[in-house]
């Protein structure tokens, strides 16, 4: 979204919210965000009940938007700072929040990718790269695999297409080959190291091919650079925060996940749509 449309968004309050209440509803019809139906009626305060379940809501009930009290206007210029990769700190110092305010929204629109991602259930197919990476800032000690308190992350990356990222509990042959066959179609070419823990992919259905990186880096299309390329991406990235807690590390780890396979497209709307969808019952 260019800069003119944007102040355009936030001129007042009433515009900002005009714009996203239209967002929430298809054909901008309203429904009971409870049960679905249509059979609405409009009472005092700018809300709506349901005539099947008597449940009250406005246009903002059970959505993402919701979880913090706060300004439409003030969520778009957040929105807006979140997607130039500014820190919770920057933001609350642009738009005269609180820290711990700014920091909470950030946290909703993270969430709400997390909750995003977790329904995209198409498989990768085709060429396939596999890698695990550790996250967790410079220690002294052994680095790579078996690395100290650091936090083992699982990637499947579909070469001409997207990448997902899981964090894991560990990086034994069950969890990757668990967490391949629930991502990847029997019968794509997947490409690894020579990591042990792959080598039964030839016994699930895939083409397994591999690289020895020991000796070479790539051996002409046999490479995992583009895995490695986003790992190099998320790091560089994650560097800015000065640490992120193990609990809350997932949320920026499908963060990254989320830019990386947007980078080449503006993900303000994206983003914006993210944070009025309705929360997933689930949660």
């Not at 091919?209 to 990235?237: M, P, T």
């Amino acid at each position: 979204m260019g800069l003119k449309s944007f102040e355009s968004l936030i001129r007042s309050e009433s515009s900002a919210k005009w714009f996203l209440a239209r967002l929430c509803w298809k054909n901008y019809r309203r429904f009971c965000t409870r049960c679905h139906s249509y059979q609405i009626y409009r009472i005092t305060g700018k809300r709506f009940r349901c005539k099947r379940c008597k449940y009250t809501f406005h246009d903002f009930t059970d959505r993402w938007i919701n979880q913090l009290r706060i300004g439409c206007k003030q969520w778009l210029w957040i929105v807006k700072l979140f997607e130039l990769e500014l820190s919770a700190r920057r933001i609350a110092e642009q738009t005269e929040l609180s820290y711990p305010t700014a920091l909470k929204a950030v946290t909703v629109l993270r969430t709400a990718l997390l909750a995003h991602s977790s329904d995209a259930g198409q498989l990768l197919a085709g060429e396939i790269e596999l890698d695990e990476s550790y996250f967790g800032g410079r220690r002294k000690g052994k680095r790579g695999r078996g690395a100290f308190n650091k936090v083992p992350v699982f990637g499947i990356l579909e070469r001409d297409g997207i990448v997902r990222v899981e964090v894991v509990h560990d990086v034994s042959a069950e969890t990757l080959l668990g967490m391949t066959l629930k991502m990847v179609r029997r019968g794509a070419i997947v490409y690894t190291d020579k990591f042990q823990s792959y080598d039964a992919l030839m016994y699930c259905g895939y083409r397994h091919l591999k690289v020895d990186h020991q000796k070479r880096f790539s051996n002409g299309k046999v490479y995992i650079n583009g895995l490695e390329g986003f790992w190099s991406y998320a790091k560089e990235r994650l560097i800015k925060h000065h640490g992120v807690s193990k609990e809350k590390f997932p949320l920026y780890l499908k963060e990254m996940e989320f830019r990386y396979n947007h980078r080449k497209t503006q993900i303000f709307p994206l983003l914006v749509k993210y944070l009025i969808d309705l929360v997933p019952d689930r949660l």
